[in-house]
């Protein structure tokens, strides 16, 4: 089974979400007086979250267009 880089930015991301349902609390009425400031919460944890998860996915798409690239010279190498 292969590793996902992206997966620790993704599971901070869901750790996140379920602050926030956390955070929103149990009383309905309390909704409206707690949303602001869940979602900013909420939003400033998913953007700490955007730099590590395009590092990792670069590093993927990088290792795919290198095997990829790889490939090809070796197939022209054949053909030469």
């Given at each position: 089974?292969?590793?996902?880089?992206?997966?620790?930015?993704l599971i901070?991301?869901?750790k996140a979400v379920q602050q926030f349902v956390t955070n929103?609390?149990?009383?309905?009425?309390?909704v409206p007086v707690k949303f602001?400031?869940?979602?900013?919460?909420?939003?400033g944890q998913i953007e700490l979250q955007i730099p590590v998860l395009a590092s990792?996915?670069?590093?993927?798409?990088?290792?795919?267009i290198n095997a990829k690239i790889a490939s090809l010279i070796s197939s022209?190498?054949?053909q030469a």
């Open positions: 089974m292969s590793s996902n880089p992206a997966a620790p930015a901070e991301v869901l929103l609390g149990t009383d309905p009425a309390q602001p400031g869940a979602v900013a919460v909420l939003l990792s996915e670069l590093g993927a798409v990088q290792s795919q022209l190498q054949t």
